[in-house]
């Protein structure tokens, strides 16, 4: 039977019901979506020897005769063991397996068999649990090795046989890219490429196939970004006119000066505003660079022009901080102080031209409701929302998926939108008339990487820090420093401040050899004096326990918050001056920058501790690097360089939203999809003159969508 891309997966030999619905888990229905199934790595059994030149730790294939095989219970007891000796000629060699007797039945003496694995010497010449097949397949053993992703009952050895009966269909793969792409990158065709992803038969030729099937990917999105600009700019927007004497008068009540770099991003944000095109920018800014005021500053001009708005937060934590935040009001005429602290927004009392209702600001959540600092029902928060008794609300990402209307929406402000992706913003960007968008993230990233995730968003960045902030002192904490780390932490304490401990972990856990939320604060109470007050934040505790812990702490009510990573976005008590990372090790350079920045909120010195439970050369590098620079710029860069362009080979693919195998360290292969991508729009914009491509871009933004 010939294959075809939109041929089901259930004709292919092997797939049966419980496959078929296992498939179907992981988005593969057709011959198509289990060939785009790339693998996430590799093991390179390429490599065959005669057994009598194997040698401690050598990964190989090797291929004889089973001349006796048979399974008994290990000496604990705990486990079975399947042991076969296997011959080739040149020597023999003794075969482990555990807990699989049924290899007993399977792999009966005198079968011909191929074997792929480690060799270790330590107790006598063994493979330890190698792969196997009978000799002559090649599809698990004698070669680059595919290994997938899984789902349910689904076994490797069965998706990949399953991969191997599809692969003929790849040559009704279509080649969209240009001819003189291919010529002058030397890309293999598609087809070629993606047999070779999946069934390589060299390095160069796998390098190859990715190589092509990454710029793919990024060039393709490059055309996204500029399909997702054009269609901005055929679509109306609300224009707020911008008052520059308002603007003025507002920002001189903030209990701080703005830096240079604040004034620049807001005077773009309120000029794009005013246009009758939406806004569509990003603004990027490190940890306590001042984003917040930056979008207070966009939220006053829109509410001060008659618009509405809507925050969007990652989290309910940081939504319910921000909405208590927002619903101080104030006067147009007569505009007062908010709060001694930049993490300000505002909430207008409007006396425009459009409207002289109050415009209080709202919070909802999937399980709260409140305008001001009165808690209401769902319906009755939507009713004031229609009839624009609120027009600043603010919720999760959910806020616009969840059928709520905004009258007269201007502005959205999406904060923290690490997965909030091109089809979302186009999404947003689709209503008539269209809102302005600024999106912001506190990850810092290089220019060359925002441009390719963000591409469809002009760039604002923050790359200055407020006048009077002092950087975070960040030391290591070995064993002999936890003594003296804990005397400083109790002098804060007695100084009336305050201190944050997150651990990797919840619940206790042998296998990772790190203490819990629970096991450090029950350690804590038993060595700390009575009088200091020990809170706990994690995730398994309601929206409600969340926002009465994060409460508790923020007015004073607990010394020590005792957290795990909830605690990383946006939680911002000015009063803390301790931030303690127990298990370091275990989060990343990134990571560990965002949680250092929940201190360092005021005007007082702060300190971060960092606790490592075990020290790799990798974990020394990302450690060090966070000990020797507060700018997360140039952490990001580190990480980058630290990570490098990733190794296939063993390591798992950690592609970035919207791609399957482009990774964040591809910035080599980032700027010649943008190099191609814009010579190409130059000369077609509309891509009339390449109408597979222009297909292809549409079928990526469908996908995109679904996802």
Not at 320 to 340: F, G, K, M
Not at 624 to 650: P, Q, S
């Amino acid at each position: 039977m010939s294959l075809h891309l939109s041929t089901p997966v259930s004709v292919l030999p092997g797939i049966g019901g419980l496959t078929e619905k296992d498939l179907r888990n992981l988005g593969i229905i057709s011959i198509r979506d289990l060939l785009l199934h790339v693998p996430f790595r590799y093991d390179d059994y390429s490599v065959s020897k005669p057994i009598s030149q194997l040698r401690h730790d050598d990964t190989v294939t090797v291929t004889g005769k089973v001349r006796q095989i048979e399974t008994r219970p290990s000496k604990s007891g705990r486990v079975t063991l399947t042991e076969a000796i296997v011959e080739d000629g040149s020597g023999e060699i003794k075969v482990t397996w555990f807990n699989q007797p049924y290899l007993e039945k399977t792999l009966r003496a005198g079968s011909m068999v191929s074997l792929a694995g480690r060799v270790d010497s330590r107790m006598g010449r063994t493979l330890v649990s190698p792969v196997w097949e009978p000799a002559g397949k090649r599809v698990h053993t004698g070669r680059i090795v595919p290994v997938y992703s899984l789902s349910g009952s689904l076994t490797m050895r069965r998706l990949r046989s399953a991969m191997l009966s599809a692969l003929p269909a790849t040559d009704e793969c279509l080649e969209f890219l240009p001819k003189d792409i291919l010529e002058t990158e030397s890309f293999p065709s598609r087809s070629d490429a993606l047999r070779s992803v999946h069934f390589p038969e060299s390095r160069q030729e796998l390098d190859a196939a990715i190589t092509r099937l990454k710029f793919e990917e990024l060039f393709l999105h490059q055309l996204m970004f500029a399909e997702v600009r054009r269609e901005r700019l055929v679509r109306p927007a609300h224009p707020a006119p911008m008052d520059v004497e308002f603007l003025k008068s507002f920002v001189a009540t903030f209990p701080f000066t703005l830096t240079n770099a604040q004034r620049k991003a807001a005077w773009e944000i309120v000029q794009d505003c005013e246009k009758d095109k939406p806004m569509n920018r990003l603004l990027e800014g490190d940890v306590g660079s001042g984003k917040t005021a930056v979008a207070a500053i966009a939220i006053a001009n829109i509410l001060h022009a008659g618009g509405s708005a809507a925050y969007l937060a990652p989290t309910e934590i940081l939504a319910v901080q921000q909405q208590r935040s927002l619903s101080t009001t104030l006067e147009i005429a007569s505009v007062a102080p908010l709060s001694r602290n930049d993490k300000v927004f505002i909430s207008v009392i409007a006396r425009s031209p459009q409207t002289t209702r109050q415009s209080l600001v709202a919070l909802l959540t999937a399980s709260q409701a409140r305008i001001g600092n009165r808690d209401v029902s769902r319906k009755e928060l939507l009713s004031a929302v229609l009839d624009g008794t609120v027009r600043c609300l603010v919720g999760t990402h959910a806020l616009l998926q969840q059928g709520v209307e905004i009258p007269n929406l201007t502005l959205v402000v999406v904060d923290e939108q690490h997965r909030f992706g091109v089809q979302q913003r186009k999404a947003l960007l689709e209503r008539t008339p269209a809102p302005h968008l600024l999106s912001m993230t506190a990850t810092p990233i290089p220019r060359s990487l925002a441009l390719t995730i963000y591409g469809d968003l002009d760039l604002s960045v923050l790359d200055e820090m407020p006048k009077g902030r002092k950087p975070v002192m960040t030391r290591l904490v070995f064993l002999k420093d936890k003594q003296p780390m804990w005397e400083h932490v109790m002098t804060e304490i007695q100084a009336g401040r305050q201190v944050f401990v997150v651990c990797p972990l919840i619940d206790p856990s042998d296998t990772m050899g790190s203490k819990s939320v629970f096991e450090v604060a029950a350690g804590l109470k038993k060595s700390l004096p009575d009088h200091v007050r020990i809170g706990l934040l994690h995730g398994k505790l309601s929206s409600d326990e969340k926002a009465v812990a994060i409460e508790t702490f923020r007015l004073g009510q607990i010394d020590v918050l005792v957290a795990t990573t909830v605690v990383e976005v946006g939680v911002d008590v000015p009063n803390a001056s301790v931030m303690i990372i127990s298990g370091a090790e275990r989060f990343g350079l990134s990571q560990l920058h965002q949680l250092r920045g929940r201190v360092g909120r005021s005007d007082q010195q702060s300190y971060c501790y960092l606790m490592p439970d075990s020290w790799s050369p990798d974990a020394k590098e990302r450690l060090m690097a966070t000990t020797r620079t507060t700018n997360g710029f140039e952490l990001a860069e580190i990480d980058l360089k630290l990570r490098g362009a990733g190794n296939v080979f063993g390591t798992a693919q950690s592609g970035f939203p919207d791609f399957r195998l482009a990774t964040e360290t591809d910035v080599p292969l980032m700027k010649k999809a943008r190099d191609w991508s814009a010579r190409l729009l130059e000369t077609d914009p509309r891509l009339e003159l390449h109408p597979l491509l222009r297909e292809q871009v549409k079928v990526s933004l469908d996908e995109v969508h679904m996802e």
